[in-house]
T-cell receptor, first 112, second 115 residues
Framework: GDSVTQMEGPVTLSEEAFLTINCTYT??????LFWYVQYPGEGLQLLLK?????DKGSNKGFEATYRKETTSFHLEKGSVQVSDSAVYFC???????????FGGGTRLMVKP | KAGVTQTPRYLIKTRGQQVTLSCSPI?????VSWYQQTPGQGLQFLFE???????NKGNFPGRFSGRQFSNSRSEMNVSTLELGDSALYLC??????????????FGPGTRLTVT
C-alpha cells in the first residue's frame, strides 16, 4: 500500500536558519503530493502541493519539488521565523482513491 | 468562503457510550473525508463520502460509521466507545473536479476524550 516517511523531529532551529524536512513516499502510479502544517490546537492547513513530476509547490516562503526518480518531496525554507514553529506533515493522494496518506509529522521549533 | 466547520469542538464521553460528530464542508464541496489523529498512530483515514455515498473506507472497526446528507454535510458516529477512541477527529472537504485530484481542506477538529 501507499506510505509516506518523513524525518522524525523535533527539529530545532534558530530564527533565519535554513530548513529542510525530508519526505519520501511509496505509491502506485503517480500520486499528488502535499505538505500540511498544524499549529497547536488547530486542524491541518494546506501549505503547498505538487501534482506531477518536477512540479515545484511554493507558499509563504516554503518550497518542495516533486522528484519522481527519488520518490521524494522535501520541504525547504530559506529563512525560518518563530511563527513557523508547528508540526509539518507530508502526504499523498494516489490514483487509487481520494484519501490522504500521511507521514508521521515533524515538529519544528524555531528559537529567537 | 467559510471554511470547514466541525461541531462540537470538544467532547468527553464514558466507555460504552456512543457519540456523533458533525462536519459542514466548504460551500460547493461535495466530498467529505474523516481522519483520526492520535499520538501513537498519527493521522489515519476513516472514510470518504461523495454525493451521499461512501466511496472509500479505512481500516477501522464497524463501530465507526458515517453518513452524508444531500447538502453535503456529514456526520460520523462511534458506538460502544473505548478508551483508545480518544483522539482528534478531523474532517476535510474537497471539490473533486472531474479527472482531477483536489486538495483537501481541513476543519479544526473535534477533540474526543473517552474516560
Amino acid at each position: 500500500g501507499d506510505s509516506v516517511t518523513q524525518m522524525e523531529g523535533p527539529v530545532t532551529l534558530s530564527e533565519e536558519a535554513f530548513l529542510t524536512i525530508n519526505c519520501t513516499y511509496t505509491a502506485t502510479g503517480y500520486p499528488s503530493l502535499f505538505w500540511y502544517v498544524q499549529y497547536p490546537g488547530e486542524g491541518l492547513q494546506l501549505l503547498l502541493k505538487a501534482t506531477k513530476a518536477d512540479d515545484k509547490g511554493s507558499n509563504k516562503g516554503f518550497e518542495a519539488t516533486y522528484r519522481k526518480e527519488t520518490t521524494s518531496f522535501h520541504l525547504e525554507k530559506g529563512s525560518v521565523q518563530v511563527s513557523d514553529s508547528a508540526v509539518y506533515f507530508c502526504a499523498l493522494i494516489s490514483r487509487a482513491g481520494n484519501m490522504l496518506t500521511f507521514g508521521g509529522g515533524t515538529r519544528l521549533m524555531v528559537k529567537p | 468562503k467559510a471554511g470547514v466547520t466541525q461541531t462540537p469542538r470538544y467532547l468527553i464521553k464514558t466507555r460504552g457510550q456512543q457519540v456523533t460528530l458533525s462536519c459542514s464542508p466548504i460551500s460547493g464541496h461535495r466530498s467529505v473525508s474523516w481522519y483520526q489523529q492520535t499520538p501513537g498512530q498519527g493521522l489515519q483515514f476513516l472514510f470518504e463520502y461523495f454525493s451521499e455515498t461512501q466511496r472509500n473506507k479505512g481500516n477501522f472497526p464497524g463501530r465507526f460509521s458515517g453518513r452524508q446528507f444531500s447538502n453535503s454535510r456529514s456526520e460520523m458516529n462511534v458506538s460502544t466507545l473505548e478508551l483508545g477512541d480518544s483522539a482528534l477527529y478531523l474532517c476535510a472537504s474537497s471539490s473533486l473536479r472531474p479527472g482531477g485530484i483536489d486538495e483537501q481542506y481541513f476543519g479544526p477538529g473535534t477533540r474526543l476524550t473517552v474516560t
